[in-house]
């Protein structure tokens, strides 16, 4: 496990990485801008700032083990205050955080099941996850494989994508979140250039990323995936502002029905 974080640490450090970091960065900045509440939480990737234009008051960077001995050692500086923490394991009482975001976490974890349903607990009801992930299903994933096919041959073969752990497709993503009580809210694609390894060559392929987004924008290199956490057989009230004023009914009026008057018979008597 060490391995694998140190690994995709400097992953993050070349062309590729810096290119995927840099989308990521840029969608966390829109995702997250407009969510509310108290408290939020980013679990691992510290080189990543992705609170940065959230506004909520409290806001922390949960890091594992391995990662903590090197950013919380001072070598590097954390974007928000930094708390050793496992993802299976938060340090946190259920219902008490409004929003989590998972930078390639389930993919450096060694249970994501038990990872994802960790950050089920701790999130309020109608709180939010962001979840970022590489797609295998990409010009990415496929030179990866391909490169796994090789070695496992004795064949050679470099691996492009860092060596971490298993990578998790959106629909295998979808199907998690949904037995977890999780809404799927939105889901983004990005990093449609080529797998190539040097600056030069991805910035010549600058365009496909418009080209992908607007026709394959499944075979993104990177997805990110914001789900709501949603409680059965609760209604949130909203606040007074937002209710409109009841119509007051008019006043109906209802026809009285009026006595008989007294009638006479021929013998002069009333009835």
């Given at each position: 496990m060490n391995g694998a974080i140190i690994g995709l640490h400097q992953w993050f450090d070349t062309?590729?990485?810096?290119?995927?970091?840099?989308?990521?960065?840029?969608?966390?900045?829109?995702?997250?801008a407009d969510l509310f509440g108290f408290h939020a939480l980013q679990l691992g990737l510290p080189w990543l700032d992705g609170l940065r234009s959230n506004r909520m008051p409290h806001r922390w960077v949960a890091l594992g083990e391995a990662e903590g001995q090197s950013f919380l050692s001072g070598v590097e500086q954390v974007?928000?205050?930094?708390?050793?923490?496992?993802?299976?394991?938060?340090?946190?009482a259920e219902a008490s955080i409004d929003l989590v975001l998972m930078p390639h976490t389930l993919e450096l974890s060694h249970d994501p099941h038990a990872a994802l349903r960790e950050v089920q607990r701790v999130l309020v009801p109608e709180g939010r996850v962001v979840i970022t992930g590489l797609n295998p299903w990409s010009l990415w994933g496929l030179r990866q494989r391909r490169a796994?096919?090789?070695?496992?041959?004795?064949?050679g073969g470099q691996l492009y994508l860092p060596e971490a752990g298993e990578f998790i497709s959106p629909g295998r993503l979808r199907d998690w979140l949904q037995l977890l009580d999780f809404e799927l809210e939105s889901v983004s694609y990005g990093c449609f250039r080529p797998a190539v390894a040097s600056a030069r060559w991805l910035e010549h392929w600058e365009w496909m990323d418009g080209l992908g987004a607007r026709w394959w924008p499944a075979l993104g290199a990177a997805y990110i995936t914001v789900a709501v956490k949603r409680v059965h057989g609760m209604r949130l009230l909203e606040p007074a502002w937002r209710s409109t004023p009841a119509a007051v009914a008019a006043p109906a009026q209802v026809a009285q029905r009026r006595a008989r008057p007294p009638t006479t018979d021929f013998s002069g008597e009333s009835s």
């Open positions: 062309p590729p990485g810096r290119h995927l970091l840099a989308w990521v960065q840029a969608r966390h900045d829109e995702l997250v974007p928000a205050p930094g708390l050793l923490a496992e993802p299976v394991a938060l340090p946190f796994r096919l090789y070695q496992s041959l004795g064949a």
